[in-house]
């Protein structure tokens, strides 16, 4: 092969090169016809074209975006009718934070890249392919090189419509990328499903045994009536409900709230007026009608004649006035049968007493007494309501009567429950218990629930006007049967039915800026893709020209570009731009015997002699010739780009641990559109990593056909039409490794792993919810006195309450009284907040204060009798000459406790009573004595001893309300405070006295044995078990044996200490009581206060995060040691011009040996050919012969593999 000259003098180049009018290709009038050289022998020749150029593909990606863009459409109708997308789940959670992300980045935008790319290689062939233009321009055409605004403004001032579309469309993919981070975020939101299935999980009995009430409906109600517990689920001032429960699963079901159709039962009482007449006594003992009268009741619907009511003024002889206010039950006289003729009567009025008088010395004032008679009603109703998931009654209205209704127990069961439940309370009216009494007055405490009421909740009323006081008692009643009738009037059930049902869950919603930002971008984007649908390039040369190869086949007949370039290889672009001043070119498809050809044609128009310094190739090339190195491939940069994300590994960890430490990074405000920032700008920072790697892996693609050409000698045809360029990072990957060429290998895997950092770091921050903190102060208000003895505590009012707190805690869903909890008994804490306390009321009411205060708790010491006698009736009632047990002489004397039947199980607890001892029973006041068993053969007793001791207890309270929340006691340190028992010194029978009867009452000498032969004590043992039915039902043959008795002592300590931490309130003292005064305890606490939104920052996508920028620095520090680019090449091969000069020095090769169609055909027809595998490639400095002798060119050298 003959070299050619080194440089054609100007007349050379008029000769080579045609002038303009001769040129004529072989171009129809359309574009279709111009893509479509004229056919020869049957065969049509087509340009080629890049697949993602052409037609289907694009329409494929334009249907990408359409359903992108309807898919977020979509989401947002969804968002808009749903309050969210979808309820949000923990183990879903990277599907929404990645989801998004990474369909439109690792899909489209990879699709996307391709349609870039090949669009700004073909640009300048279509370009030529169009018309003549511009040399200088055209061939030196660069839109790979440059930055994405570079290209941009360049394309838009050159009228390149095509590049200035796939530009613009691949910043609004990044900015898709950016907005897709932050399209779905969180956000509590009320949902509403309208097709909720509700179940009735209780329904109404028909059948109401009044027997087993405990005490349990009036101590709710009386509550009520103090506000110290809220309303009990599943009741209203108005009635009870069934249970309303969904069986569909939310993310906070605690926020559930159920709209349907409950039954509703609802009772009052029907009263009339009565008129009223005092008749005298008709007992003749003075003793008997000095407290007796006579009454005459009349009202419309029912008289009552001649019945003896008991009252009296004391025991003054003279004339006495005096008010009355009663409420008990007779019975009409006047024709009414059975229950119908019940009635409660309530009479407010005065009486005269004159017990100096022989005859009638109780007088009735009728002028001044008002009565009313009444009858309990009642009905089951359909409701509608709305009831949260624990069944708080929310909303109630549309009562409808129910149909078919089947015939109910009798109305008036409903006063003998409350008459029962009242009985069972007498504690908390202030009434002592006795475990075998007749009491004198057996409507007594049911009277004191009415007029403590109506005194109470009305005190200013006129309780002597009849219609306020039919208006009172009857609210009263419906309040009390209503507790009554949630409580034992419901069964379970499972009724279906469809409603409503409202919920606050943390829903994934669609951010309004971001979806702006993707839809506005997305319609854009749609216009654009059409647009570049109509003028995309196509049927641009003859083959791919991508590669080193593939260039030199498709100007294989161009001469007049090859011989231009001929010794252009070693000089610059600039010196290049020069000599081709006052050329044109254009590509032409055309044949030349027979065969289609494509070329490329330089028209010389007006070539002037120009000077090219650097044109001339000196002796020692080599030193003098600037060699082209991009900045991307840099060492300098190259270790920047690892520094740098070495460095955002660094900072990741750094904010982890300072997220994890702070419960968070920062305080975010989740409305407004500042929260943006947190989804973007890490978005963009990792867009930015990607970006910077990306030009190092693009730079490498680019240059390693001509690195691994010049490294290595000789090469084949495989490493000349090399191409990891245009291919996908995946395919890259996979054929450099199977080639061992590791650094390309590594710059794929960067170029696959770079959009997953913008993919994971949308899930990387996400706001939560939480309690902030601060510093707060407490100091003691009063303090216990640890010397106190039961005779101290004789007038103390304290118990009344207590034993209302005391059923209550043990029954029902109670707030603990100020500075109790469960067991434990705190002194009164004044606190202290800072100065920077300024909380919101809503916020305030979420808030709490957690810390360590001193408690007392009591402590039982408990052990079983070892001796005793074998029949329990042996201990009780009056004994004469018979010796004393074992069991008495622990102090323990019961005589009072009743005789059970002699099969059925009881159990009693009480104070000691050492009467046999003779001994004052003060002695043993810290002795509790307690007996049980399955019959009066079968029992075991057992003694206690108690104790108080003092410790210290990790608590939370209510910042609002100092309401103590939980209580952790700290065992270890436990110390001893006393050993006396809290009660009155006058009671043996507590603390039966100071518990509430939980099932009918333990009154065993008054009416019947409802509560089996179990004391109030052992009511509520039994009840902590979970036998809160009947207590017949509790299993107590199973606790006769060593391990339960310990079960027994364990339920029993549980009920004593909570007794004993209510009664300590009649140990308190103020500070100043004791000489010299107490000192205030100060108490450090922290408070925790809601309504704080902080940034948290994900572990999981952190770590991927780290693993991603590590591997991706490792990579570049690979091919920063693998592949020096330094001394390459001598210019950017990106233009046409730039290649063409590589490869026209030695383009004999192209000229003469050419097979048939190569020019036509790709690389894998090439390979079948063994033309192309005797063939070997280099790439350097070689020796080039001219006119004027031997000098230096650069560029591609091409011989037979012998002689390289």
């Not at 952790?968 to 518990?995: G, I, W």
């Amino acid at each position: 092969m003959n070299p050619p000259t080194q440089r054609s003098s100007e007349r050379e180049l008029r000769n080579l090169i045609p002038p303009s009018p001769a040129v004529r290709p072989l171009w129809g009038q359309n574009r279709e016809e111009a893509a479509m050289p004229q056919a020869q022998n049957n065969q049509d020749w087509y340009g080629w074209t890049p697949v993602f150029l052409r037609k289907k593909p694009l329409i494929g990606l334009l249907s990408g975006f359409l359903l992108i863009l309807l898919a977020i459409v979509a989401l947002a109708v969804v968002d808009s009718k749903h309050a969210g997308v979808s309820s949000a789940e923990s183990k879903i959670y990277y599907l929404w934070t990645y989801g998004t992300t990474a369909e439109v980045m690792t899909i489209v935008a990879a699709l996307w890249a391709k349609v870039e790319f090949r669009t700004k290689q073909a640009m300048p062939w279509e370009t030529l392919k169009r018309r003549s233009t511009p040399a200088s321009k055209t061939l030196l055409m660069d839109y790979l090189s440059p930055s994405l605004v570079e290209s941009l403004w360049g394309a838009l001032r050159r009228a390149h419509w095509p590049v200035a579309v796939v530009i613009t469309n691949t910043l609004l993919i990044q900015l898709l990328t950016v907005a897709s981070t932050g399209l779905l975020y969180l956000q509590r939101t009320p949902v509403t499903n309208s097709r909720c299935e509700i179940t009735a999980s209780t329904d109404f009995v028909n059948e109401f045994n009044t027997s087993r009430i405990g005490a349990t409906p009036i101590l709710a109600t009386l509550a009520l009536q103090n506000n110290t517990i809220p309303m009990p689920p599943g009741t209203s001032l108005k009635g009870a409900y069934q249970r309303l429960e969904t069986q569909s699963t939310y993310s906070r079901p605690s926020s559930v709230q159920i709209d349907g159709i409950s039954k509703s039962f609802r009772a009052d009482l029907k009263c009339e007026t009565a008129t009223v007449r005092g008749l005298g006594s008709n007992c003749d003992a003075w003793q008997c009608h000095a407290f007796n009268v006579t009454l005459d009741i009349t009202a419309p619907g029912c008289s009552i004649s001649g019945f003896n009511y008991t009252t009296g003024c004391g025991m003054s002889l003279g004339p006495t006035y005096c008010d009355v206010k009663s409420a008990w039950t007779t019975e009409c006289d006047n024709g009414h049968k059975g229950q119908t003729a019940n009635r409660m009567v309530f009479m407010v009025g005065k009486i005269l007493q004159n017990l100096s008088r022989s005859h009638d010395p109780i007088d009735l004032l009728a002028n001044k007494t008002t009565t009313i008679l009444c009858e309990p009603n009642y009905e089951i109703v359909d409701a509608h309501v709305r009831m949260d998931q624990a069944g708080n009654i929310l909303e109630e209205r549309n009562f409808t009567a129910l149909k078919n209704v089947e015939p109910g127990f009798p109305p008036w069961n409903l006063i003998d429950g409350l008459h029962t439940s009242s009985r069972a309370a007498k504690a908390v009216f202030g009434y002592t218990y006795s475990y075998s009494s007749w009491s004198f007055a057996p409507w007594l405490e049911l009277s004191d629930l009415f007029f403590n009421w109506i005194e109470i909740d009305d005190p200013k009323g006129n309780i002597k006007d009849a219609e306020f006081l039919k208006a009172k008692v009857s609210e009263v009643f419906s309040i009390a049967a209503a507790q009554m009738a949630k409580i034992h009037l419901l069964k379970p059930s499972s009724k279906m039915q469809i409603g409503q049902c409202s919920v606050t869950e943390d829903r994934l919603r669609i951010r309004g800026l971001s979806l702006y930002m993707m839809v506005a971008s997305l319609v854009v984007l749609l216009v654009l893709v059409v647009l570049f649908i109509y003028t995309r390039p196509g049927h641009l040369a003859s083959r791919d020209p991508t590669t080193i190869g593939g260039l030199a086949l498709v100007l294989a007949r161009s001469p007049t570009i090859l011989s231009l370039f001929s010794d252009k290889g070693a000089v610059t672009l600039k010196s290049i731009r020069t000599d081709l001043e006052g050329m044109s070119c254009r590509s032409t498809f055309s044949t030349n015997q027979g065969q289609q050809e494509f070329s490329v044609q330089i028209t010389a128009n007006n070539i002037k002699s120009k000077t090219a310094p650097d044109s001339e190739i000196p002796k020692a090339a080599t030193e003098q010739i600037k060699l082209w190195n991009p900045v991307s491939l840099h060492r300098s940069f190259k270790s920047l780009v690892i520094a740098s994300l070495l460095v955002l590994v660094i900072l990741l960890e750094v904010m982890y641990w300072y997220s994890k430490e702070h419960n968070g990074v920062a305080e975010v405000n989740t409305h407004s559109y500042v929260r943006f920032v947190w989804a973007y700008v890490p978005a963009i920072v990792m867009l930015s990593a990607h970006t910077l790697v990306a030009m190092v892996a693009f730079s490498s693609l680019q240059i390693f056909p001509y690195f691994q050409l010049l490294k290595r000698s000789p090469n084949t045809w495989d490493d000349a039409s090399r191409d990891y360029l245009s291919k996908f990072a995946v395919q890259s990957l996979s054929k450099s490794i199977s080639k061992h060429h590791w650094s390309v290998a590594c710059m794929s895997l960067t170029a696959l792993l770079g959009p997953l950092l913008t993919v994971v770091v949308s899930g990387l921050y996400t706001p939560y919810e939480i309690q902030s903190h601060l510093g707060v102060s407490l100091s003691t208000a009063d303090s216990f006195n640890a010397s106190f003895k039961p005779f101290d505590l004789f007038y103390s009012r304290a118990f009344g309450p207590a034993s209302a707190n005391v059923g209550l805690l043990l029954t029902q869903n109670f707030s603990n009284p100020l500075w109790t909890y469960d067991e434990f008994a705190f002194p009164k804490f004044n606190i202290t907040y800072p100065e920077e306390y300024h909380i919101p009321r809503d916020d305030e009411l979420k808030s709490n204060i957690t810390m360590t205060l001193p408690a007392i708790r009591a402590t039982l010491d408990c052990n079983l009798a070892t001796q005793y006698p074998q029949n329990f009736s042996k201990l009780l009632g009056y004994r004469s000459n018979v010796s004393v047990s074992a069991f008495e002489h622990l102090g323990c004397d019961p005589t009072f406790w009743p005789m059970p039947d002699p099969s059925t199980p009881f159990g009693y607890f009480s104070m000691a009573n050492p009467s046999k001892l003779n001994i004052s029973y003060l002695t043993l006041s810290n002795t509790l004595c307690g007996a049980y068993g399955t019959s009066e053969t079968n029992w075991r007793p057992f003694v206690c001893k108690n104790t108080i001791n003092q410790l210290d207890v990790n608590v939370t309270i209510a910042a609002s309300t100092s309401i103590i929340l939980s209580a952790t006691p700290l065992d270890n340190t436990t110390k001893y405070f006393s050993n006396e028992t809290l009660y009155r010194a006058d009671s043996l029978t507590f603390p039966s006295k100071m518990v509430p009867t939980l099932s009918g009452h333990a009154n065993f000498g008054g009416q019947g044995l409802a509560a089996n032969f179990y004391d109030p004590v052992f009511q509520a043992v039994i009840y902590t078990t979970g036998t809160t039915g009947d207590p017949s039902d509790f299993p107590m043959k199973l606790y006769m044996d060593d391990e339960g008795f310990e079960k027994i002592i364990e339920h029993l300590q549980h009920v004593y200490r909570i007794v004993i931490a209510q009664t300590a309130a009649a140990i308190r003292i103020p500070l100043n009581a004791t000489s010299p005064a107490t000192s205030p305890l100060m108490v450090n606490g922290t408070l925790h206060y809601p309504g704080v939104w902080r940034l948290r920052q994900s572990g999981i996508s952190t770590r991927i995060l780290d693993g991603l920028l590590i591997a991706m620095a490792i990579c570049v520090a690979i091919s920063l040691v693998l592949m020096d680019t330094r001394g390459v090449l001598s210019k950017n091969p990106s233009s046409i011009a730039a290649g063409a000069s590589f490869i026209a020095g030695r383009s004999d090769w192209l000229r003469d040996e050419m097979i048939q169609n190569a020019q036509w055909s790709d690389d894998s027809e090439l390979k079948k050919n063994p033309f192309w595998g005797g063939l070997g490639f280099r790439l350097g400095w070689w020796d080039m012969e001219s006119k004027e002798g031997v000098s230096k060119n650069f560029g591609l050298d091409v011989k037979e593999k012998n002689y390289l």
